[in-house]
């Protein structure tokens, strides 16, 4: 079986680079702002949901992924607007049954328009990379690139500009930041903003390697708050190195234990994490810093 | 609590005085998702019963013992989830429904089996579960095939292909596929093909290279696949991607519209799916009730049947028949004329159930549907070459 | 404080009086619906005895749930125990076994506990999958004896859950009561403000908590063997994380934390509501999804902190009365 590793291997980081796409707009969100944004699986669906129809609509690709993540941007910054903003003093909890109950309504809204049954974007880059150890599809080294991408794009902005410089502020004290004159509303909603659009382009990719359908974001959505947790609140980085210990012991649990005890292991090995490292693989990172 | 009891009174008096006020009405009860995830299967299945009813009443109704009666479909959604089915099923058998079909989801069938067996009053025909000792003989009877019947296809296609060796994935999440696993893998063996790997997945994983990459290794002859079509597709791609070569076999109800959806014709070229014949199937095969309830199907609800349709347009018949031979709308009176019911006495049937012992329909509560095993081409699964269907029903 | 302390003998004296008058009217769709009503109202008020007073959120209690549901479905299936004894062991196994959780969980705190939770709730569900022999797998538990007929209740099934169950909250209630006025209950209160402060005033903050998880995980047992003998079966999908496991902090958040009444409220509304939207056919779960975003943004405190400020109101315009306290809860 050990002749297999490096095939399982590659298997992993593919599977860990959809994870840490999705975990890492979910970590912005929270490190920021301290919202648990369960609807953060909502709008990778709402992504991927986008992409498809235009596609369908006879749509380059390229052309429909900006379109979709853009039009999820302002999902995105009306979930905040609408659900959160209202019950911010209200406390974590209020904020989660608030996440719950918009996850419900976009995952409802999409059945609505689009059905339940599951449909996939014609991937754009068919086509396989073979070497003698392990074989990978050129569209899964392209994900692989879009998630290293993404995250050199979020630390750029938020630390190479004066936005990001206000983010980061916010983050640490929210009442410091304001008496500097920064612009919480503001601050906010580009937070969110940024937060949506790799949601959305998460799901506008991989809505072409994955079935598309109203309750798609639950379980991937799930697993990035256990990255989130993972790899320290806050922790960008962590949060990609997050997805790749995971995407990548998920996979080692199915092949060299059993596939049947797949999410037992890999859970098993999220609870004795935090059982010795009680604040994460990476420590409790300083918010975002 | 007030405000809900009220509310809920209400409710009930309200649906109650709707259907049951009047002595010629029938209203007849149906178990299926029409909101949630399985809604996809489930809605089809509602509107396949709610057009026969209709189309009934539009003829005059329903003849039972020379009352006329006005059918109407009470839907009881039960999300597919065991709590909901069960407050479905009590609200139904409040409202004073004594037939019920459904359920579709195997998270329910289990859970409303304790209530029917106890309810003398009630009959259920199962249009959708595959789910193991759910029929009783007695007041449920089913449709739909036993997990053994899909099984068997899958197993006469390996032994008449002459398959050396098979690996079969298995939906851990499917109770019909996951109980039936072990019987199944057993009689494979028996039948001299050698099962060289029994992998799991659950339904919504998008990654299922880690149990493929270790079956590929085995190289086996053929890799069976047990679950549903968005999972199926998504599998059959990525064994493809690390190499695998040998024969694809899926086991699952899979619409061609909804395979088109979720994969490249031409990467599923040659796939072959062996399970019982569904409608699709039976329009290819020009059956006349399938290509009619395709026909009025398309023309109310604009878009073609799914695959259980042709389940629910069964249940419907045969339970309307069953009524008028036996005289009585009372359920236990068509529960015997259910017992003893030949495949020939039920007009508009779909699937052409193989009969058991004397031509009847059903044994022990559940019927026979044939299974047989299409292999996809072009845009859609083709019938292999010479196949044909023995017809058993009245067309 | 003072309406909340009216409140909370309020509304159990209007439960017990819609039950009296309710029970031998309904039929047997409002009964099985209610019983449902009280079993979630079991969890909600146990579970707000940790996460009210303590403030830390677990999500392993869909989990504690089923594995009351499966003892008792093992004992009284498997082991031709009675029910009763079933009952009392299912609420042991239940509590020990979060106990052993709470150990562990207790090494962390905020989100990294709702998360470590989240894991165990994830493996727990898991194993009821896997452990075939014991839970009958993804296939389910059948044939589980129902519950024994109290008094005068043998021809009546339905309304003989519907009693047990309410005997059971009566329970859950009174010992929720009772904790929250004890030393621990304090001592509970006091880790939810301020940890350090706590220590540092000599407060045993790990015992406190680690009671306020068993006790929950006590009742979350009794309600799961109260719904394996009531439904005659049992499945692993009501023990999921996103089934009960969150909906139990949607009933105490939505009720209004920290009340114990709140909550039991919070668990009528959010169980009767799909049931009364049965009606709109496809449309159902949207519009309970927008119900409830509403309703947490127009009281994000919970019904309970909406009544509180209501009758607040109430006796300010009657006379003056000015209460800090009701503001400060």
Request: proline letters at 4%.
């Amino acid at each position: 079986m050990l002749e297999l590793l490096p095939q399982q291997l590659v298997n992993g980081l593919a599977l860990g680079s959809s994870y840490a796409l999705i975990a890492l707009g979910l970590t912005l969100v929270f490190g920021v702002l301290q919202i648990p944004n369960f609807p953060h699986g909502e709008l990778y669906m709402l992504g991927a949901s986008f992409t498809y129809v235009l596609v369908a609509y006879g749509m380059n690709f390229w052309v429909a992924v900006p379109i979709a993540s853009l039009a999820v941007v302002i999902v995105g910054i009306l979930l905040d607007q609408v659900g959160y903003r209202r019950i911010d003093t209200g406390g974590n909890l209020s904020l989660m049954i608030s996440a719950l109950a918009m996850s419900t309504v976009l995952q409802q809204v999409a059945t609505l328009i689009w059905g339940a049954e599951p449909h996939t974007t014609l991937s754009p880059l068919p086509g396989v990379l073979r070497t003698a150890y392990f074989s990978i599809g050129y569209y899964q080294m392209l994900i692989f690139a879009a998630t290293i991408a993404c995250w050199l794009f979020v630390w750029v902005v938020l630390h190479r500009s004066r936005l990001g410089l206000a983010i980061r502020a916010m983050s640490q004290n929210k009442m410091a930041a304001q008496l500097m004159g920064i612009d919480l509303i503001w601050i906010r909603i580009a937070t969110f903003a940024i937060g949506a659009l790799i949601g959305g382009f998460a799901g506008s990719l991989l809505g072409a390697s994955f079935p598309i359908y109203p309750t798609m974001g639950l379980n991937p959505v799930l697993k990035a708050f256990v990255i989130l947790v993972i790899g320290g609140v806050g922790n960008l980085w962590g949060a990609i190195v997050g997805g790749f210990v995971l995407g990548i012991l998920e996979i080692l649990v199915s092949a060299y234990i059993s596939s049947q005890l797949q999410d037992i292991g890999t859970f098993a090995v999220l609870v004795i994490v935090l059982i010795v490292r009680p604040n994460g693989l990476f420590g409790r990172a300083e918010v975002l810093r | 609590m007030k405000m809900m009891k009220t509310l809920l009174t209400a409710a009930t008096f309200l649906s109650a005085s709707a259907v049951g006020s009047f002595a010629e009405n029938l209203t007849l009860g149906e178990l299926h998702p029409v909101t949630g995830p399985a809604s996809f299967y489930g809605l089809v299945m509602s509107q396949t019963l709610k057009l026969r009813a209709e189309q009934t009443n539009e003829k005059g109704g329903l003849d039972v013992g020379g009352t006329k009666y006005t059918l109407s479909i009470a839907t009881g959604d039960d999300q597919a989830q065991a709590t909901k089915g069960v407050a479905a099923l009590r609200k139904l058998m409040t409202d004073d429904v004594h037939f019920i079909f459904g359920p579709l989801a195997s998270a329910v069938a289990p859970a409303v089996k304790p209530i029917i067996d106890k309810q003398t009053d009630l009959l259920q025909i199962i249009d959708g579960s595959i789910a193991d000792g759910v029929v009783n003989g007695k007041n449920s009877f089913r449709v739909q095939a036993s997990a053994d019947t899909y099984n068997n296809a899958v197993l006469n296609y390996l032994t008449e292909n002459k398959v050396k060796s098979v690996a079969v994935m298995t939906d851990r999440s499917h109770q019909g596929f996951v109980m039936s696993e072990k019987r199944m893998g057993e009689s494979i063996e028996k039948a001299g093909v050698k099962v060289t790997g029994l992998e799991h997945f659950q339904i919504g994983d998008t990654d299922f290279s880690a149990q493929l990459t270790n079956l590929r290794a085995s190289m086996p002859d053929a890799l069976v696949l047990r679950g549903y079509p968005g999972e199926g597709a998504l599998i059959t791609k990525q064994a493809e991607a690390l190499g695998f070569k040998g024969q694809i076999v899926w086991e699952m109800g899979a619409p061609p519209s909804t395979v088109m959806k979720n994969i490249p014709s031409a990467q599923m070229d040659g796939v072959t799916n062996c399970i019982p014949r569904m409608m699709a199937d039976y329009v290819r095969l020009n059956v006349p009730n399938a290509l009619k309830l395709q026909e009025e199907f398309k023309k109310k609800y604009g878009e073609d049947p799914g695959e259980n349709a042709s389940f629910s347009n069964d249940a419907f018949w045969i339970l309307t028949t069953a009524m008028q031979k036996a005289g009585s709308i009372k359920a236990p009176d068509v529960a015997k004329a259910l017992t003893e019911m030949k495949v020939t006495d039920v007009p508009n049937l779909i699937i052409q159930y193989q009969p058991y012992e004397n031509g009847l329909l059903f044994k022990d509560g559940q019927a026979n549907p044939p299974s047989a095993c299409q292999v996809w081409k072009g845009e859609s699964w083709q019938n292999p070459p010479g196949d044909k269907i023995e017809m058993t029903t009245k067309n | 404080m003072k309406q909340e302390i009216t409140f909370r003998w309020v509304i159990p004296a209007i439960v017990v009086l819609l039950a009296v008058i309710g029970i031998p009217f309904a039929n047997d769709y409002l009964l099985y619906v209610a019983t449902i009503i009280v079993l979630m109202s079991i969890l909600a008020v146990s579970y707000d005895v940790l996460l009210g007073l303590t403030g830390y959120l677990s999500l392993a209690h869909g989990f504690l749930y089923g594995v009351g549901a499966y003892t008792t479905a093992y004992l009284t299936t498997n082991s031709g125990w009675g029910y009763w004894p079933a009952l009392v062991a299912s609420a042991v196994i239940s509590g020990v076994m979060g106990t052993v959780i709470a150990l562990v969980a207790f090494r962390t705190r905020g989100i990294y506990f709702a998360v470590l939770t989240l894991g165990i709730g994830l493996v727990g569900y898991q194993l009821f999958l896997v452990l075939e022999p014991i839970t009958g797998g993804v296939g389910g538990f059948i044939g589980i004896p129902g519950l024994p007929s109290l008094p005068g209740f043998a021809d009546a099934p339905q309304r003989n859950n519907l009693v047990i169950a309410l005997l059971v909250l009566a329970v859950a209630y009174g010992a929720s009561m009772l904790f929250l006025r004890s030393s621990i209950g304090a001592a509970c209160l006091a880790v939810r403000e301020d940890v350090v402060l706590a220590q540092s005033l000599g407060i045993r903050i790990g015992m406190a908590r680690l009671c306020a998880f068993s006790f929950s995980a006590v009742f979350a047992g009794a309600a799961g063997s109260l719904f394996a003998a009531i439904s005659n079966f049992v499945g692993p999908d009501d023990f999921s994380v996103m089934a009960t496991g969150f909906q139990t902090v949607v009933y105490v958040v939505v009720g209004g934390m920290g009340t114990l009444w709140g909550p039991v409220l919070g668990a009528v509304l959010i169980v009767a509501l799909p049931e009364i939207l049965r009606g709109a056919s496809t449309y159902a779960v949207f519009i309970y999804g927008l119900i409830l975003l509403f309703f947490i943004l127009f009281a994000p405190k919970g019904i309970a902190g909406f009544l509180l400020a209501a009758a607040k109101r109430m006796s300010r315009s009657g006379r003056v009365v000015i209460s800090k306290e009701a503001e400060a809860r």
